[in-house]
């Protein structure tokens, strides 16, 4: 080793302790200043609202990326150095880390597209929920069972890596109403139409009490998304499947937590056994 490199070592030398200190207290500094954001959003409320969930969130995703880059700031010609030297080696952990990286740039692909936020029912592929928390490497669910419509209770974390494999399915107005669809399948030879009327009748009388609402709600969401909406009245049709058997469909846009009632109403009319007509 020459004497040059020996004194650029000993320059060195009392370099790293410092900005080893320097990063500890950017660590320290950046965590409670984050904490104390945090204790101020949520205050002392139990169960946050969406506004105060997308606060925290924002708080979290800026801290990490504050400490990350004031870390790599401070440690650029370190990190230069280090690159240059094992470059092979920083080739494989790429290659070993590609989850990784992949998460992050879908983070990136959902910052950039703005495709949802915190507060907002989403889709990711099989995974259906609200989202209470999105960073890095996860986007967090509250599933809702699509049966019912209901939080489960249930927390999904979701890989952002999948943001770019699966299409994301923004349903944020179905937090107050939604389509709902409901098919009842029957053997062929019965009273097809009949039933329809009954079912449609039980339907109509059941949706009475919110239907000028929901053709508000429909339009304001027309007007907000520039597209036409299908009807929002409920309307039972009749159809036949691949095996002939007879299908009533049931649709309607009514409050999520109506959907229960109106299932409920359409089979109690299906399966309700006609009067008989006079002779």
Avoid at 6 to 33: D, N, Q, R
Avoid at 46 to 74: H, P, T
Avoid at 77 to 105: G, M, N, R, Y
Avoid at 122 to 146: M, R
């Amino acid at each position: 080793m020459t004497p040059e490199m020996l004194g650029v070592e000993a320059e060195l030398a009392p370099v790293v302790p410092i900005k080893l200190l320097l990063s500890i207290l950017i660590v320290l500094a950046t965590m409670a200043a984050r904490w104390l954001l945090v204790r101020l959003v949520r205050g002392r409320d139990d169960i946050l609202s969406d506004r105060q969930r997308y606060w925290i969130s924002l708080v979290k995703n800026v801290s990490s990326a504050v400490v990350v880059l004031a870390l790599f700031a401070l440690w650029l010609q370190e990190i230069e150095d280090f690159a240059l030297s094992i470059a092979a080696v920083a080739v494989a952990v790429v290659i070993a880390t590609k989850e990784l990286w992949l998460c992050v740039t879908g983070a990136t692909w959902r910052g950039v597209s703005q495709a949802f936020s915190v507060g907002d029912w989403i889709e990711i592929g099989p995974h259906s929920g609200e989202v209470i928390d999105e960073n890095l490497l996860a986007t967090v669910l509250q599933e809702i069972d699509p049966y019912d419509y209901n939080l489960t209770g249930r927390v999904v974390s979701v890989p952002n890596s999948l943001l770019l494999s699966a299409p994301v399915i923004n349903n944020s107005f179905r937090k107050r109403f939604i389509y709902f669809s409901l098919d009842i399948h029957s053997e062929p030879g019965g009273d097809a139409l009949g039933a329809r009327d009954r079912v449609q009748a039980a339907v109509e009388a059941a949706a009475a009490d919110f239907g000028e609402l929901a053709r508000r709600y429909a339009a304001r969401i027309e007007k907000t998304a520039g597209a036409r909406l299908r009807d929002p009245s409920p309307l039972v049709s009749v159809h036949t499947t691949e095996l002939a058997k007879v299908v009533l469909r049931v649709t309607a846009f009514c409050p999520r937590e109506r959907t229960a009632m109106l299932r409920e109403a359409a089979m109690a009319a299906f399966f309700a056994v006609p009067p008989p007509r006079p002779v």
